[in-house]
């Protein structure tokens, strides 16, 4: 336990996918004025330098937000349009690098605090005591941040008290580094509790695409606790590469509970682009599932 630090995966490919699709959630739930509470389970730094530390060692970024950037440049140049969920997310991400130069790359927490109206609540969990450290600064940083819950707790314990909100509007995303295999379990029972107190929430969550037995299961076991619920469902996943061994990660995935009705189609939209942009070797492929629930 503790040997993760989101620093090292920042801006990668799954960073893309996970941001992208929360992103539009975000948005499509904002359309109402009505009060949103959001809930980041793992919370990680909260924002990340791309020039400097881990993210430089690993070079994740450089096969992620680093070659999309390149892709979106090359579009502007040759007038090629780039589709609106592409732009919505590539604008967050320019929102934190004012200068011009990517530099900076806004974590889950950034990203849901930046989009909180004053409204909204935000509540953030992380257990690792440097992440938290660093969590706690940049976010006290923020004028913001008085709308914002900072909790040194384990998450998978606390998900049932926190839903419902008082508003009954609500975003969950949940996003476990997985380093316990015993994270799938956690995130089942979970998810299951959550679902039972406030079924009609949003939940987000994000897995990689990975041989281990736990994993592959992970989106048949969702389906199965969505179905148990009478929920529907969105499938996605975004493969970069296609090489034996899982020496670096070539894939992940997202499963959303009660999806709004726009996400298939933002996908459909988005997820073309990023298997061209950022795929190797032609090893660029996508899932997109989605399972609507009669009422
Ligand atoms: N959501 C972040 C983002 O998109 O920028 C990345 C989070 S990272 C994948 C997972 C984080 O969860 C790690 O920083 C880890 O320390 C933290 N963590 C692990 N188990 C936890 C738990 N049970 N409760 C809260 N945080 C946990």
Redesign the pocket.
């Known amino acids: 336990m503790?040997s993760?630090?989101?620093a090292f995966?920042?801006g990668s490919h799954a960073?893309i996918l996970?941001?992208l699709t929360l992103i539009h959630l975000v948005n499509y739930l904002q359309e109402k004025p009505g009060a949103l509470t959001m809930v980041?389970?793992?919370?990680?730094?909260g924002i990340y330098n791309l020039q400097d530390g881990f993210s430089t060692v690993s070079k994740e970024a450089d096969g992620g937000i680093f070659r999309l950037m390149q892709y979106i440049d090359t579009c502007k140049r040759t007038n090629t349009p780039i589709p609106e969920s592409i732009q919505e997310y590539v604008g967050c991400i320019e929102a934190e690098n004012i200068e011009g130069q990517l530099s900076t790359y806004p974590?889950?927490?950034f990203i849901l605090a930046r989009l909180l109206r004053p409204q909204d609540r935000l509540k953030l969990?992380?257990?690792?005591p440097k992440?938290i450290d660093i969590l706690r600064h940049k976010i006290g940083e923020l004028k913001q941040s008085k709308r914002i819950d900072i909790y040194a707790?384990?998450?998978?314990a606390r998900l049932k008290g926190l839903v419902p909100p008082p508003s009954r509007r609500g975003l969950v995303?949940i996003?476990?580094?997985y380093?316990d295999k015993q994270?799938y379990r956690?995130l089942e029972v979970a998810m299951e509790q959550a679902l039972q107190r406030f079924a009609t929430g949003c939940y987000a969550v994000w897995y990689p695409v990975l041989s281990r037995r736990e994993s592959a299961a992970l989106p048949d076991r969702l389906k199965k606790i969505a179905a148990a619920h009478k929920r529907s469902w969105l499938h996605t996943e975004l493969r970069v590469e296609n090489a034996p061994g899982e020496r670096r990660l070539q894939a992940s995935g997202m499963f959303i509970i009660n999806p709004p009705w726009t996400l298939e189609k933002h996908l459909a939209q988005a997820l073309p682009i990023l298997t061209k942009a950022l795929g190797i070797n032609g090893g660029g492929q996508f899932v997109l599932k989605s399972f609507e629930a009669k009422n």
């Open positions: 503790f993760y630090r989101h995966h920042a960073d996970k941001h980041d389970t793992h919370a990680g730094a974590g889950s927490p969990f992380e257990l690792h992440e707790e384990d998450s998978f995303l996003d476990p580094s380093e994270d956690f």
